[in-house]
């Protein structure tokens, strides 16, 4: 099984600030197989980027995936209010798919 | 529009089985492979398995091989996911997700289930 282990487990930041979220995996992977989820408290994750790069439709563009083979990056150029929430890596590449432990990025 | 929508809260006690249900609606059904993915409270998001909607076809996280079964009812545009022997480890907001394939990010999801198991 493929482990991703994302860093920070916190990110205290403020609105307009640029958020770097990593996401590492304990084998190499291919970018094509990973996405990013949002997921904020009483509601359902929010596909944000897949493909290791390509945003969801509707997803604005100061969200961008970037990395390869064992690095993955979710950036979030300008913090929104609406930003703050928990971020989840996931792996597709593997049959045995597993996602991340999540990165919360706070106020 | 997609949705996908979810059977409602389950109380269960321990050594029980569990059968949650998520009806897809807005597109074509059989084309499409359902994630079931759940979160257990405080925890991250941990993948249970897939299914081909249109024909059964599975895939199940080792973690949940012999106690979860999916299976899908196309006429109903309806996936199950089936767990058993529940221990209260298995308390959790279970969430079915959809992916075009098997090997791609799930865009649209359900609302949640949650599953309490409790004696």
């Known amino acids: 099984e493929i482990v991703l282990t994302q860093s920070p487990g916190t990110l205290s930041l403020s609105p307009g600030e640029r958020a770097t979220l990593s996401c590492r995996a304990s084998q190499s992977v291919s970018s094509t197989y990973v996405a990013w989820y949002q997921h904020k408290p009483g509601h359902s994750p929010r596909l944000l980027i897949s493909g290791g790069s390509s945003r969801a439709p509707g997803v604005p563009d100061r969200f961008s995936g970037s990395g390869s083979e064992t690095d993955f990056t979710l950036t979030i150029s300008r913090l929104e209010p609406e930003d703050f929430a928990v971020y989840y890596c996931?792996?597709?590449?593997?049959?045995?798919?597993?996602f991340g432990q999540g990165t919360k990025v706070e106020i | 529009q997609v949705q996908l929508v979810q059977s409602g809260t389950e109380v269960k006690k321990p050594g029980a089985s569990v059968k949650v249900s998520c009806k897809a609606s807005?597109?074509?059904?059989?084309?499409?492979?359902i994630h079931w993915v759940r979160q257990a409270p405080g925890q991250g998001l941990e993948w249970m398995g897939w299914i081909n909607a249109g024909n059964g076809h599975t895939k199940y996280s080792q973690k949940f091989q012999g106690r979860v079964t999916f299976t899908t009812d196309t006429s109903a545009t309806t996936v199950y996911m089936d767990l058993s022997r529940l221990t209260s480890e298995d308390t959790a907001v279970y969430y079915c997700g959809r992916s075009l394939y098997p090997n791609r990010g799930f865009d649209y999801w359900g609302q949640g289930t949650l599953v309490s198991v409790s004696s």
């Open positions: 996931h792996q597709y590449d593997s049959s045995l798919q597993t």
């Open positions: 807005g597109y074509t059904f059989s084309t499409y492979t």
